[in-house]
């Protein structure tokens, strides 16, 4: 039963109980009320009538004397009068004293006689009355003295108010006796009550209790337990608590088996970063190894002690795809000289490991197939495993390892990545010994060279003479030699020509950046101030419209620095940093972007990996996902319906491509005449005002000159309404003279960022440990100084940072904002923008330095202009950071933190 049904039950019985209790004491009450007015309207009404009707009849017994004691007519009839009236009050108590008479007989009998004493004492009275106004007063007395009828009456009436008497006393104890038999049944009754009340409730308590007793101890004892083995709640009951335990138990054993998945991670992760250190240790080791001989010793040392092997020999191919032995472990001098120097492939387990490319594994071991001998015995390996040495799918050599127990699957895996990294060694090894061997060749061909350079020296003696009339000849050509010399100065002219409209497109670039982020930032700090509604003032189509203000300016900024990427490709001003790119790295960036995309648009996004393709290349990494970020969102864009592939192949080596990228969809295809026009800076497909597919035309463009500047091309194959298929080639960039090109710039890049991702890392530790800005109150109450000449941009950044609780200040030029720094007790940290009139962003930052006590005040500078040394001049001219327009508040407010904590 539910604990709200026995709590229903319980207390339904209880309100019952109260009920009963409630009507029984409301009865006794009636019947004692009942009684009490019994008593009090018919006894009691009784007596006081008879006692009125008592003095009633002395009150005509006074008026009648008195009668007789006047002589004038006027008081005898003013006398009379009264006499008439008390008479009649007498019948009138009479008759109600008849109306709320009693049972009782001889009640009834007084009552009659007192009526006909009444009648005969009324007569008397009239008697008397009619003597003494017509007759004389003495006969009236004489004949009221003879009468005893009011003696009589009144001796009645004093009966009758004593039978009352006596009934009202007795109807009082009747009252008395039945009022204490109720209240002993009364309390008879409410201690049953509250027995029954107090079994209900000790019933359900202990039944509600025993239940979450059991439950508490149970659960009490979860933490002296393992999360694997929790214990369970038994005997469950039907109600909340046993809801309560079913919902325990299943709790317990979802724990538990968390707290083994927990464990089986735990230990995946623990053989996983000792594989990966075990490699790394393997690989520092063979690193730099320039001898095959001693890369061969080396390998199989550290290879066979990390698994724990007793015996191992390794293979590598030659010319002639024979596997040689290079080098062995723990070999003996018998073993070594029944060992076979020469395997061909497809020859017994080695030669077919080679041949098959595959790792194979023999366990258990034939007794006997190899003895491992040491200085106190000899046994026999109980397994053996063969792993090839691949680079590139083509197998170099073939490692052979046996030991006395099974190999786990952590050592397996860390021979095949050791297999698998050693395979660029032994490469780069057998290209250096090829280069040495052509060293020696260009060596012998110098001395024969030096052999035909005597016998040159002879025929120079025989040039000398040409000489002396070519020398007639070249001045036949001094004059064609000025003529050049002409046009190389119209040449430089025009050089410089270039390069001054270069200057200019670089300065209106920057210009017009400028131009297009100031208004930019406030419409974007604006706009995303409202569609956060803090104040809850706006709709939910304002919020709407804030949003797509927000989200069109910041598609504006994407086409502003698509613009500037353009610019500094066209420019020669775009860097490459080439670096090794794993495929798989590539795979997993396509997937993270794209397969949301084919989900939200019910495409089959496929991406197939040739086994021909390169593992690696050597490549811009950023440049190149750059790329293929362009090409995939094009395809996605302009198909509805079917398909987007990424296929990845070896590349042409006619061409010196090493690998390439064919994005393949079925979209609406392109025309084949407007298939060059495409990659067009601004050029869109349907350019129509009512265009189905948006965008600003610059993917393509950019995506070209960015595959130029890999060393690449792309391609395109199309039909229309069918589909198409945009294929880059990319050449592998670790060549020498590219790396010897490039490994300066490179570390040079490497250790910025490496200072860069430092001061990162110690920024964010300081904003993690210090509780100071955890909150937005860190910034309530500062002062911070804004100096722009651009009224929206000051009201846009007052609105936000006043949103803060920042107390904000501005300045119209860097000449005011000197003014205020003097005038102001207190300024937090100043915003300083770049381009103003009267003095600019630079000057007012080098006066700000100027000064000592504003030496350590946080600058940071805001400009519209995004060239790439901006950056540079605002640190040189005295800013503490640098952020771009159109401002990220968020960003912005972070680095405002960062600054004040310093």
Not at 61 to 85: G, M, P
Not at 651 to 678: A, W, Y
Not at 729 to 743: A, C, G, I, R, W
Request: net charge negative.
């Amino acid at each position: 039963m539910k604990l709200k049904t026995k709590l229903i039950l319980g207390l339904g019985t209880i309100i019952l109980i109260i009920i009963l209790l409630s009507v029984t004491v409301y009865n006794t009450l009636d019947r004692q009320n009942e009684s009490l007015r019994e008593v009090v309207l018919d006894n009691y009404t009784r007596v006081m009538l008879s006692q009125e009707l008592k003095n009633e009849m002395n009150i005509v017994a006074r008026e009648v004397r008195e009668l007789l004691l006047i002589d004038t007519e006027s008081e005898q009839s003013k006398k009379v009068t009264t006499i008439n009236q008390s008479l009649h009050s007498i019948t009138r108590m009479y008759n109600t004293l008849d109306e709320v008479s009693s049972n009782d007989r001889e009640k009834n009998v007084r009552i009659v006689s007192i009526q006909d004493l009444h009648l005969a004492y009324s007569e008397m009275v009239q008697n008397v009355i009619m003597l003494a106004t017509t007759e004389s007063t003495e006969l009236a007395r004489n004949y009221l003295f003879e009468q005893n009828i009011r003696f009589e009456m009144l001796k009645e009436i004093d009966a009758l108010v004593e039978l009352e008497e006596q009934t009202l006393l007795s109807a009082l104890v009747e009252s008395d006796q039945a009022y204490e038999r109720a209240m002993t049944i009364l309390a008879i009754f409410i201690v049953a009550s509250i027995g029954i009340v107090v079994f209900i409730t000790y019933i359900i308590i202990k039944n509600i209790s025993t239940g979450i007793n059991h439950v508490r101890k149970i659960i009490t004892s979860v933490p002296s337990h393992a999360l694997d083995n929790l214990p369970r709640i038994n005997n469950i009951s039907t109600d909340e608590i046993g809801d309560i335990s079913n919902a325990y138990n299943e709790m317990a054993a979802a724990l538990e088996k968390v707290s083994k998945q927990e464990k089986q991670v735990a230990h995946t992760l623990k053989e996983e970063n000792w594989i990966k250190s075990r490699y790394a240790e393997i690989a520092m080791k063979i690193q730099g190894i320039q001898e095959l001989n001693e890369f061969g010793e080396t390998f199989m040392t550290n290879v066979a002690q990390f698994v724990r092997a007793t015996h191992g020999v390794i293979y590598i191919k030659d010319e002639s795809t024979k596997l040689k032995k290079l080098a062995s472990y723990a070999g003996t001098e018998e073993r070594e000289s029944e060992m076979v120097e020469s395997i061909d492939l497809g020859k017994g387990l080695v030669g077919q490991c080679a041949a098959d490319n595959r790792v194979m594994q023999i366990d258990p071991l034939p007794k006997g197939y190899i003895t491992t001998k040491s200085g106190l015995g000899e046994s026999t390996p109980t397994s053996l495993i063969l792993l090839p040495i691949v680079f590139e799918g083509d197998v170099l050599g073939v490692v052979e390892l046996a030991k006395f127990e099974s190999f786990t699957e952590s050592e397996i895996s860390i021979l095949r990545q050791v297999c698998q990294a050693s395979g660029s060694s032994i490469k780069r090894i057998l290209h250096h010994v090829r280069i040495e061997e052509l060293l020696a060749e260009s060596q012998t061909q110098a001395e024969e060279l030096q052999t035909q350079a005597e016998e040159l020296q002879q025929q120079q003696e025989e040039l000398r003479l040409i000489n002396e009339q070519l020398h007639e000849q070249y001045k036949q050509s001094d004059g064609r030699k000025k003529e050049l010399e002409m046009i190389k100065e119209d040449l430089e002219d025009k050089n410089r020509s270039i390069k001054l409209v270069s200057r200019y497109k670089s300065e209106f670039l920057a210009n017009m950046s400028h131009e297009l982020r100031t208004p930019l930032n406030s419409m974007l700090i604006l706009s995303q101030l409202l569609a956060e509604n803090q104040n809850g003032n706006l709709t939910n189509v304002q919020v709407e419209h804030a949003n797509t203000i927000f989200t069109s300016g910041t598609d504006l900024l994407n086409l502003i620095n698509d613009i500037l990427d353009l610019s500094k490709i066209e420019s020669g001003k775009m860097e490459v940093y080439p670096e090794e790119v794993p495929i798989s790295d590539v795979r997993a960036f396509v997937e993270r972007q794209f397969m949301p995309v084919s989900n939200q648009k019910d495409l089959n996004f496929k991406i197939n990996i040739d086994e021909s393709a390169p593992t690696i290349i050597f490549s811009d990494d950023q440049r190149l996902k750059q790329i293929l970020k362009n090409l995939l969102s094009n395809a996605f864009k302009f198909t509805s319906k079917g398909s987007v592939e990424l296929q990845v192949k070896k590349g042409p080596e006619s061409e010196g491509m090493k690998v390439s990228f064919s994005v393949v969809d079925t979209g609406i295809g392109i025309t084949k005449e407007k298939q060059q026009q495409i990659f067009e800076a601004f050029y869109q497909e349907d350019g129509t005002i009512t265009r189905k597919f948006g965008g600003t035309g610059l993917g393509l463009s950019i995506s070209r000159e960015l595959s130029e500047l890999l060393g690449g091309y792309i391609e395109v194959e199309s039909i229309e309404n069918q589909g198409s298929q945009f294929t880059l080639h990319l050449p592998d960039l670790n060549s020498m003279s590219v790396v010897q090109k490039l490994t300066d710039e490179v570390a040079v890049t490497l250790e910025e960022e490496h200072i860069k991702l430092e001061q990162q890392h110690h920024e964010v530790k300081d904003e993690v440990v210090c509780p100071k800005y955890v909150s937005n109150s860190e910034l309530q109450d500062k002062c911070i100084l804004v100096v722009d000449d651009d009224m929206r941009n000051v009201f846009a950044l007052t609105t936000a940072l006043e949103m803060q609780k920042v107390k904000v200040v501005f300045a119209e030029n860097g000449k005011e904002s000197l003014t205020l720094l003097e005038k102001e007790p207190v300024i937090d940290l100043v915003l300083m923008d770049i381009m103003m009139p009267e003095m600019n962003g630079y000057e007012a930052m080098e006066a700000i330095r100027k000064n000592e006590k504003w030496e350590d005040l946080p600058i940071i500078a805001l400009t519209a202009k995004a060239m790439k040394s901006d950056k540079e001049k605002c640190i040189k001219a005295g800013a503490s950071d640098y952020i771009s327009k159109p401002v990220n508040m968020e960003q912005l407010l972070s680095l405002i933190k960062v600054w004040l904590h310093k």
